[in-house]
């Protein structure tokens, strides 16, 4: 019997070897070397020996496979291959709504992360005060190790829901940066609260054209780019818990509606763009304390409580929760994740 049809993987996925075949082809588990190891984990559905693998990690050999492949013939100091995978050298990204608040902060991260330049695109004609300091910090960072320089973080002054802008801006910065890698579309709005029954259509459609168009037409702006440099790239869409659930006691129709239709255009977008390697993922906070969240929580303290009680954490989040999850998404150590919404919400979703 061909070792092929002698391995088989269990319903769980773990590989089982069949039993009266065991004993005159694989003596030993140690016989299972490197290359039979590297075929095994290779994606490939026949397991053949002359199919090559579906994919490859640019790290590799990677995890088990390269403890396998260096078990004989160690290095004598062992790369930590984690931080490189987690790392996106050179990288260029778009984070729209980056002028304030969770984008900001992402924006942030991903320059820590090793990105060249982050262009922060938001309404308003100067940057925040916040904004600067960030840039400012940014700048100072030790030099990246892999651009040798610094990392940028630039302003752009745009309207999300002008959709030529947004794409004319895109198309700008790919002419100057030869590349386009990462987009963000964090740019939102949550209105004040109010009946349903009597929720004016002006505000409704005001409210979608920013949350649900603005974020179409960022990531567009963005995935065209990364087509027309054929760099793959990552597109995360900022939804919001709110987008799969109702907040309690909270009259948040538009909002609500417009989050869970970026929830859907994240699995179509995926879908349309996984040909081309641009992966696109929503990541939905939960209760995060920032100036949007002010406006509720400010003049009414008692909502702290509240919102902290919804969640087994017991607390609001923080942005800076917001940081580690965002670069992993932009980065290469999410390469086999698109069209999935990751919950940042402090455990809101299991109660
Ligand atoms: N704070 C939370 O608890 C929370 C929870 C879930 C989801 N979110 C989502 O995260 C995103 C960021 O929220 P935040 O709390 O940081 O809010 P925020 O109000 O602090 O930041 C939003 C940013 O978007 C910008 N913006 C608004 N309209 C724009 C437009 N038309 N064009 C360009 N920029 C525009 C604003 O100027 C601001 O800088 C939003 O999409 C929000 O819905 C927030």
Redesign the pocket.
Known sequence: MPLASALRYTRHGSLSIRSAVRPACLASHTQLGPSIHTRLFSSSPSLSSEKKPQSVSPFAPIGVDSAMKTRSNLPSSTPRKIFSEIAIPDRVGIV????????LEMAMALCEAGARAIYC????EKPTEEWEAVKEYVGRLEQNPYTGSPSRLEYVK????DQSAVWKCAEEIGNKEGRMDVCVA?????KPEKDVLQYPGDEFREVMS??VN?VLFTAQAAGQQMRRFGNKGSIIL?????GSITNHGHAWIA?NTS?SAVLQMTRSMACELGGEGIRVNSL??????????AQYLEPQPHLEEKWSSLNPLGRL?R?DEMRGVAVWLASDASTYCTGSDILVDGGHHAW
Do not use: C, E, Q, W
């Not at 729209?96 to 984008?103: A, D, K, L």
């Not at 745009?158 to 829901?161: G, M, P």
């Not at 964090?186 to 949550?190: D, K, N």
């Open positions: 729209s709504g980056g002028g304030r608040g969770i984008g695109f938001d309404i308003h745009v309207d999300v829901t964090a740019a939102g709005v949550l920013i949350n603005g900022i939804a919001s818990m709110s909002y989050k939905s906070p939960g209760h995060i304390y920032t100036k949007m969240t989040g942005v």
